[in-house]
Protein backbone atom coordinates (compact mmCIF):
# COMPACT_ATOMS: atom_id res chain seq x y z
CA UNK A 1 0.00 0.00 0.00
CA UNK A 2 1.45 3.90 -1.01
CA UNK A 3 0.41 7.04 0.39
CA UNK A 4 0.16 9.16 -2.52
CA UNK A 5 0.06 12.88 -2.41
CA UNK A 6 -1.53 14.70 -5.72
CA UNK A 7 -1.07 18.16 -6.10
CA UNK A 8 -3.02 19.55 -9.28
CA UNK A 9 -5.11 22.84 -9.75
CA UNK A 10 -8.27 21.21 -11.23
CA UNK A 11 -10.51 18.46 -9.51
CA UNK A 12 -13.78 17.47 -9.91
CA UNK A 13 -16.65 18.82 -9.31
CA UNK A 14 -14.72 20.93 -11.42
CA UNK A 15 -15.23 21.62 -15.03
CA UNK A 16 -11.88 21.80 -16.26
CA UNK A 17 -11.07 18.88 -18.60
CA UNK A 18 -8.30 17.22 -16.15
CA UNK A 19 -10.29 17.56 -13.18
CA UNK A 20 -12.65 14.20 -14.33
CA UNK A 21 -9.77 12.48 -14.89
CA UNK A 22 -7.85 12.92 -11.48
CA UNK A 23 -10.66 12.13 -9.66
CA UNK A 24 -11.31 8.91 -11.89
CA UNK A 25 -7.29 8.11 -11.55
CA UNK A 26 -7.80 9.13 -7.55
CA UNK A 27 -10.58 6.95 -6.85
CA UNK A 28 -9.00 4.17 -9.14
CA UNK A 29 -6.06 3.90 -7.13
CA UNK A 30 -8.20 4.05 -3.74
CA UNK A 31 -9.80 0.92 -5.12
CA UNK A 32 -6.38 -0.64 -5.57
CA UNK A 33 -5.87 -0.61 -1.84
CA UNK A 34 -3.87 2.73 -1.63
CA UNK A 35 -3.88 5.67 0.36
CA UNK A 36 -4.79 9.01 -1.39
CA UNK A 37 -4.54 12.73 -0.65
CA UNK A 38 -5.30 15.37 -3.46
CA UNK A 39 -4.57 18.89 -3.03
CA UNK A 40 -6.70 21.07 -5.27
CA UNK A 41 -8.18 24.80 -5.96
CA UNK A 42 -11.42 25.16 -4.94
CA UNK A 43 -14.21 24.34 -8.13
CA UNK A 44 -13.69 27.99 -10.60
CA UNK A 45 -12.91 26.84 -14.11
CA UNK A 46 -13.80 28.14 -16.70
CA UNK A 47 -15.11 31.28 -15.36
CA UNK A 48 -12.77 32.08 -12.42
CA UNK A 49 -15.99 32.44 -10.46
CA UNK A 50 -15.87 30.24 -7.21
CA UNK A 51 -19.40 28.93 -6.30
CA UNK A 52 -20.94 30.21 -3.34
CA UNK A 53 -20.92 26.27 -0.98
CA UNK A 54 -16.98 26.49 -1.48
CA UNK A 55 -16.67 30.28 -0.06
CA UNK A 56 -15.52 28.56 3.33
CA UNK A 57 -12.56 29.08 4.92
CA UNK A 58 -9.00 28.83 2.96
CA UNK A 59 -8.50 25.07 3.48
CA UNK A 60 -10.98 23.16 3.05
CA UNK A 61 -10.61 19.26 3.44
CA UNK A 62 -13.18 16.34 2.64
CA UNK A 63 -13.32 12.45 1.75
CA UNK A 64 -14.83 11.75 -1.31
CA UNK A 65 -15.40 8.16 -2.77
CA UNK A 66 -12.58 7.27 -0.68
CA UNK A 67 -10.05 10.21 -1.57
CA UNK A 68 -8.73 12.84 1.15
CA UNK A 69 -9.40 16.18 -1.39
CA UNK A 70 -7.86 19.00 0.46
CA UNK A 71 -9.43 22.29 -1.35
CA UNK A 72 -7.94 26.04 -1.08
CA UNK A 73 -10.02 28.52 -1.70
CA UNK A 74 -8.86 30.95 -4.36
CA UNK A 75 -10.31 34.70 -5.25
CA UNK A 76 -13.50 35.24 -7.77
CA UNK A 77 -12.12 36.21 -10.42
CA UNK A 78 -12.04 37.11 -14.19
CA UNK A 79 -10.07 33.78 -15.28
CA UNK A 80 -9.64 35.38 -18.77
CA UNK A 81 -7.72 38.28 -17.67
CA UNK A 82 -4.10 36.89 -17.24
CA UNK A 83 -2.97 38.96 -14.67
CA UNK A 84 -5.87 37.90 -12.31
CA UNK A 85 -5.07 34.21 -13.33
CA UNK A 86 -1.33 34.93 -12.21
CA UNK A 87 -3.67 36.10 -8.64
CA UNK A 88 -5.62 32.73 -8.21
CA UNK A 89 -2.39 30.72 -8.85
CA UNK A 90 -0.32 32.59 -6.25
CA UNK A 91 -2.81 32.39 -3.62
CA UNK A 92 -3.27 28.33 -4.79
CA UNK A 93 0.26 28.00 -4.32
CA UNK A 94 0.29 29.42 -1.14
CA UNK A 95 -2.52 27.01 0.41
CA UNK A 96 -1.07 23.99 -1.48
CA UNK A 97 2.12 24.06 -0.21
CA UNK A 98 1.02 25.18 3.63
CA UNK A 99 -1.23 22.38 3.13
CA UNK A 100 1.57 19.40 1.74
CA UNK A 101 3.22 20.06 4.61
CA UNK A 102 1.00 18.64 7.04
CA UNK A 103 0.67 15.54 5.12
CA UNK A 104 2.32 11.89 5.33
CA UNK A 105 3.05 10.05 2.14
CA UNK A 106 5.60 7.38 0.59
CA UNK A 107 5.68 9.54 -3.07
CA UNK A 108 4.38 12.97 -4.45
CA UNK A 109 2.86 13.23 -7.95
CA UNK A 110 2.71 16.98 -9.18
CA UNK A 111 0.94 18.41 -12.09
CA UNK A 112 2.60 21.09 -14.23
CA UNK A 113 2.78 23.40 -15.26
CA UNK A 114 5.12 25.38 -12.49
CA UNK A 115 4.00 28.48 -12.77
CA UNK A 116 1.07 26.73 -11.15
CA UNK A 117 2.41 24.28 -8.61
CA UNK A 118 6.24 25.39 -8.01
CA UNK A 119 5.58 26.40 -4.33
CA UNK A 120 3.78 22.82 -3.51
CA UNK A 121 6.25 21.06 -5.69
CA UNK A 122 9.08 22.16 -3.39
CA UNK A 123 7.57 22.03 -0.12
CA UNK A 124 6.31 18.59 -1.31
CA UNK A 125 9.50 16.93 -3.20
CA UNK A 126 12.51 19.18 -2.56
CA UNK A 127 12.16 20.24 1.30
CA UNK A 128 10.48 16.90 2.05
CA UNK A 129 13.19 14.91 0.11
CA UNK A 130 10.45 12.67 -1.15
CA UNK A 131 10.26 10.59 -4.64
CA UNK A 132 7.87 12.15 -7.08
CA UNK A 133 6.31 11.90 -10.49
CA UNK A 134 6.07 15.27 -12.34
CA UNK A 135 2.97 15.35 -14.46
CA UNK A 136 3.32 17.24 -18.08
CA UNK A 137 0.30 17.95 -19.85
CA UNK A 138 1.68 20.44 -22.10
CA UNK A 139 5.27 21.56 -22.42
CA UNK A 140 5.65 25.17 -21.31
CA UNK A 141 7.15 27.97 -21.99
CA UNK A 142 6.88 25.88 -25.29
CA UNK A 143 2.91 26.32 -25.80
CA UNK A 144 2.42 29.60 -23.89
CA UNK A 145 4.87 31.05 -26.48
CA UNK A 146 2.82 29.17 -29.26
CA UNK A 147 -0.04 31.03 -28.33
CA UNK A 148 1.48 34.07 -28.17
CA UNK A 149 0.52 34.74 -23.99
CA UNK A 150 3.72 34.66 -23.12
CA UNK A 151 5.83 37.87 -25.44
CA UNK A 152 8.31 39.08 -22.89
CA UNK A 153 11.83 37.44 -22.84
CA UNK A 154 12.01 37.71 -18.95
CA UNK A 155 8.61 36.01 -18.32
CA UNK A 156 9.52 32.64 -21.07
CA UNK A 157 13.29 32.57 -19.19
CA UNK A 158 11.24 32.54 -15.71
CA UNK A 159 8.57 30.00 -16.80
CA UNK A 160 10.95 27.69 -18.80
CA UNK A 161 13.90 27.85 -15.09
CA UNK A 162 10.33 26.98 -13.24
CA UNK A 163 9.85 24.41 -15.44
CA UNK A 164 13.28 23.13 -15.46
CA UNK A 165 13.61 22.84 -12.06
CA UNK A 166 10.65 20.57 -10.99
CA UNK A 167 11.30 18.64 -13.84
CA UNK A 168 15.20 18.01 -13.25
CA UNK A 169 14.28 17.24 -9.00
CA UNK A 170 11.56 14.30 -10.07
CA UNK A 171 12.16 11.13 -9.54
CA UNK A 172 10.08 10.77 -12.81
CA UNK A 173 8.14 12.80 -15.65
CA UNK A 174 4.91 11.32 -16.89
CA UNK A 175 4.61 12.91 -20.35
CA UNK A 176 0.80 12.47 -21.62
CA UNK A 177 2.09 12.58 -25.50
CA UNK A 178 4.46 11.28 -28.01
CA UNK A 179 5.29 13.93 -29.32
CA UNK A 180 6.52 15.84 -25.63
CA UNK A 181 9.65 13.77 -25.76
CA UNK A 182 12.32 16.01 -27.29
CA UNK A 183 11.12 19.26 -26.03
CA UNK A 184 11.27 17.41 -22.21
CA UNK A 185 14.84 15.80 -23.40
CA UNK A 186 15.57 19.42 -24.15
CA UNK A 187 15.15 20.55 -20.73
CA UNK A 188 17.09 18.30 -19.40
CA UNK A 189 14.69 14.90 -19.05
CA UNK A 190 16.91 11.99 -20.18
CA UNK A 191 14.38 9.24 -22.21
CA UNK A 192 14.93 6.82 -19.18
CA UNK A 193 13.30 8.93 -16.81
CA UNK A 194 10.36 9.56 -18.81
CA UNK A 195 7.13 7.91 -18.36
CA UNK A 196 4.52 8.46 -21.86
CA UNK A 197 0.53 7.43 -20.54
CA UNK A 198 -2.00 8.19 -21.94
CA UNK A 199 -5.21 10.36 -21.26
CA UNK A 200 -8.23 8.14 -20.19
CA UNK A 201 -12.20 7.96 -19.59
CA UNK A 202 -14.76 6.13 -17.74
CA UNK A 203 -16.71 3.98 -20.50
CA UNK A 204 -19.60 3.78 -17.93
CA UNK A 205 -20.03 7.39 -18.35
CA UNK A 206 -19.26 8.80 -21.67
CA UNK A 207 -20.97 6.27 -23.58
CA UNK A 208 -22.98 6.08 -26.99
CA UNK A 209 -26.34 6.87 -26.41
CA UNK A 210 -29.47 7.38 -29.21
CA UNK A 211 -28.57 10.42 -31.55
CA UNK A 212 -31.72 12.54 -29.66
CA UNK A 213 -31.68 13.46 -26.05
CA UNK A 214 -33.45 15.94 -23.81
CA UNK A 215 -30.11 18.12 -25.03
CA UNK A 216 -30.91 17.88 -28.52
CA UNK A 217 -34.36 18.77 -27.84
CA UNK A 218 -33.86 21.41 -25.93
CA UNK A 219 -31.80 23.43 -28.23
CA UNK A 220 -34.21 22.36 -31.21
CA UNK A 221 -31.08 20.20 -33.14
CA UNK A 222 -33.28 16.67 -33.63
CA UNK A 223 -33.69 17.00 -37.32
CA UNK A 224 -30.55 19.19 -38.00
CA UNK A 225 -26.71 17.21 -39.04
CA UNK A 226 -24.93 18.42 -36.00
CA UNK A 227 -21.05 19.16 -36.74
CA UNK A 228 -19.98 19.36 -33.01
CA UNK A 229 -17.27 21.03 -31.43
CA UNK A 230 -17.62 20.56 -27.77
CA UNK A 231 -14.91 21.96 -24.86
CA UNK A 232 -12.37 24.98 -24.55
CA UNK A 233 -13.26 27.88 -26.96
CA UNK A 234 -9.58 29.09 -26.42
CA UNK A 235 -6.74 30.60 -28.90
CA UNK A 236 -5.30 27.12 -29.80
CA UNK A 237 -7.99 26.12 -31.62
CA UNK A 238 -8.28 28.24 -34.89
CA UNK A 239 -12.21 27.84 -35.01
CA UNK A 240 -12.22 30.55 -37.34
CA UNK A 241 -12.03 28.24 -39.85
CA UNK A 242 -14.65 25.72 -38.98
CA UNK A 243 -16.52 29.09 -39.36
CA UNK A 244 -15.73 29.93 -42.90
CA UNK A 245 -17.35 26.19 -43.99
CA UNK A 246 -20.39 27.23 -42.23
CA UNK A 247 -20.91 30.29 -44.22
CA UNK A 248 -20.47 27.87 -47.37
CA UNK A 249 -22.67 25.89 -46.68
CA UNK A 250 -25.28 28.09 -45.71
CA UNK A 251 -27.34 26.91 -48.50
CA UNK A 252 -28.02 23.74 -47.56
CA UNK A 253 -29.86 24.45 -43.97
CA UNK A 254 -29.39 20.64 -42.78
CA UNK A 255 -26.25 21.60 -41.12
CA UNK A 256 -26.00 23.20 -38.13
CA UNK A 257 -22.40 24.24 -36.61
CA UNK A 258 -22.92 23.42 -32.91
CA UNK A 259 -20.02 25.33 -30.60
CA UNK A 260 -20.48 24.00 -26.68
CA UNK A 261 -18.39 25.58 -23.83
CA UNK A 262 -16.74 28.57 -22.83
CA UNK A 263 -12.98 29.95 -23.03
CA UNK A 264 -10.98 33.23 -23.95
CA UNK A 265 -11.85 33.05 -27.39
CA UNK A 266 -15.47 32.65 -27.30
CA UNK A 267 -16.49 36.05 -27.80
CA UNK A 268 -14.37 36.44 -31.10
CA UNK A 269 -16.10 33.56 -32.34
CA UNK A 270 -19.73 34.91 -31.80
CA UNK A 271 -18.92 38.45 -33.24
CA UNK A 272 -17.66 36.58 -36.32
CA UNK A 273 -20.90 34.55 -36.33
CA UNK A 274 -23.08 37.47 -36.30
CA UNK A 275 -21.28 39.79 -38.46
CA UNK A 276 -21.48 37.03 -40.83
CA UNK A 277 -25.06 36.33 -40.39
CA UNK A 278 -24.41 32.66 -39.53
CA UNK A 279 -27.76 31.51 -38.67
CA UNK A 280 -26.44 27.83 -39.15
CA UNK A 281 -23.69 28.08 -36.35
CA UNK A 282 -25.31 27.98 -32.85
CA UNK A 283 -23.25 28.98 -29.35
CA UNK A 284 -24.71 26.86 -26.33
CA UNK A 285 -22.52 27.50 -22.90
CA UNK A 286 -20.27 25.34 -21.37
CA UNK A 287 -22.32 21.60 -20.06
CA UNK A 288 -21.71 20.10 -16.54
CA UNK A 289 -20.01 16.86 -16.96
CA UNK A 290 -22.93 15.06 -15.86
CA UNK A 291 -24.78 15.93 -19.57
CA UNK A 292 -21.15 15.17 -21.74
CA UNK A 293 -22.36 12.13 -22.64
CA UNK A 294 -25.78 13.95 -23.91
CA UNK A 295 -24.08 16.34 -25.43
CA UNK A 296 -21.84 14.42 -27.19
CA UNK A 297 -24.76 11.87 -28.50
CA UNK A 298 -26.29 15.07 -30.61
CA UNK A 299 -23.43 15.16 -32.82
CA UNK A 300 -23.55 13.11 -36.03
CA UNK A 301 -19.73 14.62 -36.40
CA UNK A 302 -17.41 15.30 -33.74
CA UNK A 303 -15.00 18.12 -34.49
CA UNK A 304 -11.25 18.56 -33.21
CA UNK A 305 -9.60 21.30 -34.08
CA UNK A 306 -5.92 22.69 -33.46
CA UNK A 307 -3.44 25.34 -35.29
CA UNK A 308 -0.57 23.05 -36.71
CA UNK A 309 1.68 24.74 -33.88
CA UNK A 310 -0.26 23.19 -30.89
CA UNK A 311 -1.51 19.78 -32.68
CA UNK A 312 2.21 18.81 -32.12
CA UNK A 313 2.43 18.98 -28.62
CA UNK A 314 -1.16 18.08 -27.30
CA UNK A 315 -3.90 15.28 -27.63
CA UNK A 316 -7.18 17.24 -25.98
CA UNK A 317 -8.36 15.09 -23.92
CA UNK A 318 -11.71 15.54 -25.74
CA UNK A 319 -10.30 13.49 -28.08
CA UNK A 320 -11.01 10.44 -25.96
CA UNK A 321 -14.71 11.54 -25.03
CA UNK A 322 -15.56 11.84 -28.90
CA UNK A 323 -14.22 8.37 -29.10
CA UNK A 324 -16.04 6.26 -26.19
CA UNK A 325 -19.35 8.25 -27.30
CA UNK A 326 -19.39 6.28 -30.43
CA UNK A 327 -19.36 9.81 -32.51
CA UNK A 328 -16.96 9.89 -36.00
CA UNK A 329 -14.42 12.26 -35.61
CA UNK A 330 -13.03 15.07 -38.54
CA UNK A 331 -10.08 16.50 -37.19
CA UNK A 332 -8.67 19.35 -38.57
CA UNK A 333 -4.98 19.11 -37.68
CA UNK A 334 -1.63 18.56 -38.18
CA UNK A 335 -1.25 15.11 -40.13
CA UNK A 336 1.77 14.36 -38.36
CA UNK A 337 0.85 15.30 -34.94
CA UNK A 338 0.12 12.77 -31.85
CA UNK A 339 -3.93 13.67 -32.15
CA UNK A 340 -4.25 12.87 -36.00
CA UNK A 341 -2.36 9.29 -35.20
CA UNK A 342 -4.48 8.74 -32.59
CA UNK A 343 -7.82 9.35 -34.93
CA UNK A 344 -6.17 7.20 -37.62
CA UNK A 345 -4.99 4.81 -34.97
CA UNK A 346 -8.08 4.07 -33.52
CA UNK A 347 -10.22 4.10 -37.02
CA UNK A 348 -12.79 6.21 -35.01
CA UNK A 349 -12.57 9.45 -37.92
CA UNK A 350 -10.58 10.97 -40.57
CA UNK A 351 -8.15 14.32 -40.57
CA UNK A 352 -8.01 16.95 -42.62
CA UNK A 353 -4.66 19.68 -42.49
CA UNK A 354 -5.39 22.79 -41.21
CA UNK A 355 -4.00 24.23 -44.82
CA UNK A 356 -6.38 22.13 -46.71
CA UNK A 357 -9.93 23.17 -44.53
CA UNK A 358 -12.02 23.40 -47.13
CA UNK A 359 -12.22 19.76 -47.72
CA UNK A 360 -14.60 19.64 -44.52
CA UNK A 361 -16.89 21.10 -46.57
CA UNK A 362 -16.52 18.51 -49.00
CA UNK A 363 -16.49 15.37 -46.84
CA UNK A 364 -19.30 16.92 -44.30
CA UNK A 365 -22.24 16.58 -48.04
CA UNK A 366 -20.61 13.49 -48.31
CA UNK A 367 -21.06 11.99 -45.10
CA UNK A 368 -24.21 13.57 -45.18
CA UNK A 369 -25.69 12.05 -48.78
CA UNK A 370 -23.55 8.95 -47.28
CA UNK A 371 -24.08 7.63 -44.10
CA UNK A 372 -22.68 4.58 -44.33
CA UNK A 373 -19.77 5.83 -45.49
CA UNK A 374 -19.09 6.70 -41.78
CA UNK A 375 -21.05 4.80 -39.65
CA UNK A 376 -18.37 2.18 -38.59
CA UNK A 377 -16.10 4.72 -37.51
CA UNK A 378 -17.79 5.80 -34.32
CA UNK A 379 -17.90 1.95 -33.03
CA UNK A 380 -14.09 1.20 -33.86
CA UNK A 381 -13.35 4.49 -31.84
CA UNK A 382 -15.30 3.19 -28.80
CA UNK A 383 -13.68 -0.33 -29.29
CA UNK A 384 -10.17 1.34 -29.20
CA UNK A 385 -11.20 3.13 -26.46
CA UNK A 386 -12.63 0.34 -24.54
CA UNK A 387 -9.13 -1.67 -25.06
CA UNK A 388 -6.34 0.82 -24.19
CA UNK A 389 -7.58 4.49 -22.50
CA UNK A 390 -10.16 3.59 -19.60
CA UNK A 391 -9.31 4.31 -15.68
CA UNK A 392 -8.38 0.93 -15.06
CA UNK A 393 -6.03 0.98 -17.18
CA UNK A 394 -4.60 4.22 -16.65
CA UNK A 395 -4.25 3.67 -13.03
CA UNK A 396 -2.13 0.12 -13.61
CA UNK A 397 0.26 2.32 -15.50
CA UNK A 398 0.48 5.12 -12.89
CA UNK A 399 0.45 2.52 -10.26
CA UNK A 400 3.58 1.12 -11.35
CA UNK A 401 4.96 4.26 -12.27
CA UNK A 402 4.88 5.52 -8.86
CA UNK A 403 6.14 2.44 -7.34
CA UNK A 404 8.98 2.69 -9.68
CA UNK A 405 9.82 6.01 -8.23
CA UNK A 406 9.58 4.90 -4.71
CA UNK A 407 11.83 2.36 -5.80
CA UNK A 408 14.43 4.51 -7.61
CA UNK A 409 14.86 6.77 -4.49
CA UNK A 410 14.68 4.00 -2.23
Not at 64 to 79: A, F, K, M, Y
Request: hydrophobic share 45%; net charge neutral.
Amino acid sequence: MMRILIVTLLYAPDDGPSAPLFQMLCEELVRKGHQVTIIAAVPHYPSGQVPEHFRRGWLQTSEENGVRVIRVRVPSLDRNRLLYRAIQFGVFQLGAALASLRQAYDVALVTNPAIEVFLPFFTSVVLRRKPSVFFVADVYPDVGIQLNIFRSRPVIKLVEALERFCLEQATYTWIFSQSFRIPIARLGVPPERQRLIYSWINPQTIAPLPRNTTFSQEFDLDDRFVVLYAGNLGLSQGLDRVLDVAQSLMDHPQFCFVFVGDGSGKDALVKQAEARQLTNVRFIPFQPFSRVAEVLATADVALLSLQSSIASSSIPSKTFSYLASGRPIIGILDPQSDAADLIRRSGGGMVIAPDQIDALEDVLLEWYRAPELYSEMGAKGRAYVLQYHTSPYAAEQVEALLQDAIKADG
